[in-house]
């Protein structure tokens, strides 16, 4: 069997830094020997404390939604206005195009944005997945009752973030490591909080998860949107450890180029970095996922080719001494190809 099935991770994973004009144009992803048309965007500008948005391809471009806030889904003709053939187009908003200002846009391709009904849980879902990548996008009227919801992998997903579309409530967040019986909050730095209530206590399948009766995994009569993820060997990789306090490495198995963090024991935001902003070691430039603030800069981040690590840091949001940490891990490149040829490190 091959090390990996997916040899270029932009197939299905890109990443644009671009300086923002103030004018609607269009932003074509630096890869061009092929092209992705995404199905998801994340967009933050770097220079301001505007919101983090996110746009996917089946509740359609301008329906916005906020990582950084619990605010519902809103309309805004001059956010993320197209999803291109390799790229996607930006309006006037200084969110996500402020003149002269640093953006950083994250992009998932998905299976389009023709969802497919999908019936394998108690509620029928909607479904754009990418079996290839292990994501998916599913949406559904919540009922308010314990239900199981179809994501359409095929395979477990290891990570689920939902959002109440209809209604201001927190993100939540399913993760692998910290079990069925919690949740954690995208928009918040909470540690884990726990109750049935969120995800009735129930592991994922390889055809559904389980939603409880919290108005934000499953509100009744409310739009609900999941984003579903899925480790795929040599490609992506929802992951936890503990700190140690001083250096650690955590092994992913391929070249890490994105990487989101928490604390799932501490108060403490989401860390975001990759190598579109920090091409070298120390992986210094980040944002919090969580946060509408400006990019910092840190000198304990580090990136190899089969993982990712802290070098000389106790720092509460990546290695404090016994506190549980989670990540969501998207290659660069993958540790050995599907050729069974090892890649470069960093």
């Known amino acids: 069997m091959a090390y990996t099935t997916i040899d270029d991770p932009t197939l299905n994973f890109r990443m644009k830094m671009f ?27 770097r220079s301001t404390t505007g919101n983090h948005g996110i ?19 809103s309309t805004a003709a001059n956010s993320m206005t197209a999803f291109n ?25 998905a299976g389009g944005a023709s969802a497919a009904s999908n019936s394998n849980g108690s509620i029928s879902s909607s479904v754009s997945a990418n079996t290839t990548s292990g994501f998916s996008m599913v949406l559904w009227t919540g009922s308010g009752a314990n239900a199981t919801i179809g994501h359409g992998l095929g395979v477990v997903p290891k990570m689920i973030i939902v959002k109440n579309r209809t209604d201001s409530v927190d993100w939540q967040v399913y993760h692998q490591g910290i079990g069925n019986d919690g949740a954690l909050f995208l928009n918040a730095t909470n540690g884990k909080d726990g109750g049935s209530f969120y995800w009735n206590d129930t592991t994922p399948t390889t055809s559904v998860f389980s939603v409880g009766t919290y108005n934000g995994t499953n509100g009744s009569s409310d739009n609900m949107v999941a984003y579903c993820f899925a480790d795929v060997k040599g490609y992506a990789k929802a992951g936890s450890y503990v700190g140690t306090g001083a250096d650690v490495f955590i092994h992913t198995g391929f070249n890490v ?84 040829v090892p890649t470069n490190g960093r």
């Open 19 to 45: 300086s923002g004009t103030g004018s609607a144009h269009a932003e074509t992803f630096d890869e061009t020997d092929t092209s992705m048309q995404p199905d998801m965007v994340w967009i933050k500008n």
């Open 85 to 109: 053939s390799n790229g996607f187009s930006v309006g006037t908003d200084g969110d996500q195009n402020g003149s002269g200002n640093n953006i950083a846009a994250w992009a998932w391709k």
């Open 257 to 340: 180029g994105w990487l989101l963090v928490k604390n799932a024991s501490a108060t403490n935001g989401w860390l975001l970095i990759d190598v579109k902003r920090s091409a070298d070691n120390p992986q210094g430039k980040y944002l919090y996922a969580n946060a509408a603030t400006t990019e910092g800069t840190v000198s304990y981040g580090e990136f190899f080719s089969n993982g990712f690590g802290w070098k000389n840091t106790s720092s509460v949001a990546v290695n404090k001494s016994g506190d549980t940490f989670i990540y969501y891990a998207i290659a660069e490149s993958p540790f050995v190809n599907s050729n069974g």
């Open 55 to 73: 746009w996917d391809s089946v509740r359609g471009a301008t329906k916005q939604i906020y990582p950084s806030q619990t605010y519902g889904e």
